[in-house]
């Protein structure tokens, strides 16, 4: 399964392509304790990130209450695995489009749009981290990359200080789509390991 040129618009369809390039990698890694790009994070952090902060978010503002995982200690590809099967699930089912989230920062939002704003778009830009971290493709959906640069630049400061993301990294003016949105997000697109 090759990854689609233009990621599809449905909540449900761009969590399933989004979250299988992530389960690949995931898959691939072979070992989680080596750095990563987000300062102090290894790579198991990056599967501990995505799999506790959404059920945290549904839990605090909406009835969703999704299922523990293992231990991402114990078992990161488990942990990831169930916890992306459990998205999928929620968002598959057709009573999660009366669902609503409540929060404070957001406002209410439909459940499925929350999760497709906030958490897939997080899967998608920890995708490079976690490849960028374990030697894998990281190469992300380029229109993908163009559609969330281009909704986040006029939030910059919003962005900023919600202290979600570092400093703007500079990159050439000429950059492509993904190491531009690399930039933004505060990661230096050409990141490496130190060997």
Do not use: K
Request: charged share 25%.
């Amino acid at each position: 399964m090759s990854e689609p040129l233009v990621l599809p618009d449905r909540p449900a369809e761009r969590h399933r392509e989004i979250g299988w390039v992530f389960t690949d990698r995931v898959r691939g890694t072979r070992a989680w304790d080596v750095p990563a790009p987000v300062d102090g994070w290894v790579a198991r952090d990056v599967v501990r990130h995505l799999v506790e902060w959404l059920p945290a978010l549904l839990a605090g503002g909406s009835t969703v209450r999704l299922p523990a995982v293992p231990s991402v200690d114990d078992d990161p590809v488990g942990a990831w695995q169930a916890h992306v099967d459990a998205v999928q699930a929620l968002l598959d089912d057709p009573g999660t489009a009366g669902l609503t989230l409540a929060n404070p920062h957001i406002g209410a939002v439909p459940v499925d749009r929350a999760i497709d704003q906030f958490y897939t778009s997080d899967v998608f830009m920890h995708t490079w981290d976690l490849a960028r971290a374990t030697g894998q493709d990281d190469r992300l959906n380029p229109s993908f990359c163009a559609s969330l640069l281009a909704g986040m630049e006029p939030m910059e400061d919003v962005i900023r200080s919600s202290g979600q993301y570092g400093a703007r990294v500079p990159v050439p003016d000429d950059a492509d789509a993904q190491t531009r949105l690399l930039g933004f997000i505060g990661r230096d697109p050409y990141w490496t390991a130190a060997s």
